[in-house]
């Protein structure tokens, strides 16, 4: 009869979460990079954005009513990763040529040379990048240098309906 009893939650569990009434609810944290000119904003300008993915702690599927969020996500949803877009690079308006992160110590830890790249997923996490400098090639001569600050964000508590 226990067996049954699970089996049945199970169904149940499934049915609601592919329903529309299913709640969802979270714990997670932000991770932002920011220069050391400006510390309290997101790095952005008018060529390219550097982002930072959160990282969800634990969550609940639960129907109709939120619960509280007590399954584990082990850094699977969502752990860090940092990467770069670019506003416009197209071969007709080539605007940034190389990406370069150097560490403290001045020496490469990373260097791309870019064609009509959108999305450069970088090999680091966001809190591997704190004190690097990420530099920035236009054209042949002309650099741009971002000194890196990592802040990790607070925690924070989400709920919400799939149906949103």
């Not at 506003?87 to 190389?98: G, H, L």
């Amino acid at each position: 009869m226990k067996i049954l009893n699970i089996k049945f939650f199970i169904f149940i569990f499934i049915v609601c979460s592919l329903a529309n009434g299913c709640a969802f609810t979270g714990v997670g944290r932000h991770h932002n990079i920011s220069s050391a000119g400006n510390p309290d904003e997101a790095l952005s300008n008018d060529f390219f954005t550097l982002h930072c993915a959160g990282t969800l702690y634990s969550f609940m599927l639960s129907p109709i009513i939120p619960l509280p969020p007590v399954i584990p996500s082990y850094g699977a949803l969502g752990n860090g990763d940092a990467w770069i877009t670019f506003k416009d690079n197209s071969t007709s308006n080539k605007i940034i040529s190389k990406v370069k992160i150097i560490n403290s110590s001045k020496s490469s830890v990373f260097e791309q040379n870019l064609d009509e790249t959108w999305h450069l997923p970088l090999p680091f996490k966001c809190k591997d990048l704190h004190d690097f400098t990420l530099i920035l090639e236009h054209g042949i001569s002309d650099t741009k240098e971002f000194k890196l600050i990592y802040k990790e964000g607070e925690l924070d508590f989400n709920w919400g309906y799939l149906s949103q």
